[in-house]
């Protein structure tokens, strides 16, 4: 177990580094990763991404959910705040899915999956909960739905074996 001691000696070391000292609020790269909690899929690592890059929001399955949706709105009232207007105009969203996904585990639970996605039962084979790729695309397209006109979203499927990311929908602009 990493317990808090040795999670202070690290924190230690990563504040010596000093690296987080100029960083803005609002990401450097214009990017908002949506993804997993597995812990072999941190889209900071996946991806190569630096600290202050990228906004990053975790799920099970790293859905686009009515939560995900709730926190892409509190984001953007936090970007309005902070730059009095809507954000930069070239926001990427980016949605990573994986393989191997724990998921899948949860079809046999359908109820879970329901409330998750708070849709009836019966809506569930919508959502592709099985299938990686194909659900990449439905949250993909529930994205370029919500999102306001202009910004890019794209869907990725990391491969858990191989450490590979395919690009399923390639970043596309949301129009009006």
Same mark, same amino acid.
């Not at 000696?9 to 504040?15: H, I, K, L, P, T």
């Given at each position: 177990m990493i317990d808090t001691d040795e999670l202070a000696?690290?924190? !230690?070391?990563? @504040?010596d580094g000093g690296s987080f000292a100029d960083l803005k609020l609002l990401p450097s790269g214009s990017l908002t990763v949506i993804g997993c909690v597995d812990p072999r899929v941190d889209p900071s690592d996946v991806l190569g991404l630096k600290l202050g890059e990228a906004a990053v929001i975790r799920n099970v399955g790293g859905r686009v959910t009515p939560a995900t949706l709730w926190t892409l709105g509190m984001l953007s009232k936090v970007v309005r705040a902070r730059t009095g207007g809507s954000g930069p105009s070239d926001t990427h969203? @980016?949605?990573l899915h994986h393989t191997d996904c724990?998921?899948?585990d949860? !079809? @046999?639970f359908p109820e879970v999956l329901a409330d998750y996605f708070e849709v009836p039962a019966g809506d569930l084979d919508a959502k592709a909960v099985t299938d990686p790729v194909a659900a990449v695309r439905v949250d993909v397209e529930t994205l370029? /739905?919500?999102l306001r006109a202009g910004v890019f979203v794209s869907g990725l499927v990391y491969d858990? !074996?191989?450490? /590979?990311?395919?690009?399923?929908?390639?970043p596309a602009r949301v129009e009006a």
């Open positions: 000696e690290r924190n !230690a070391g990563f @504040a969203y @980016a949605v724990g998921i899948t949860l !079809a @046999a370029k /739905l919500k858990v !074996a191989t450490g /590979l990311i395919d690009v399923v929908v390639p």
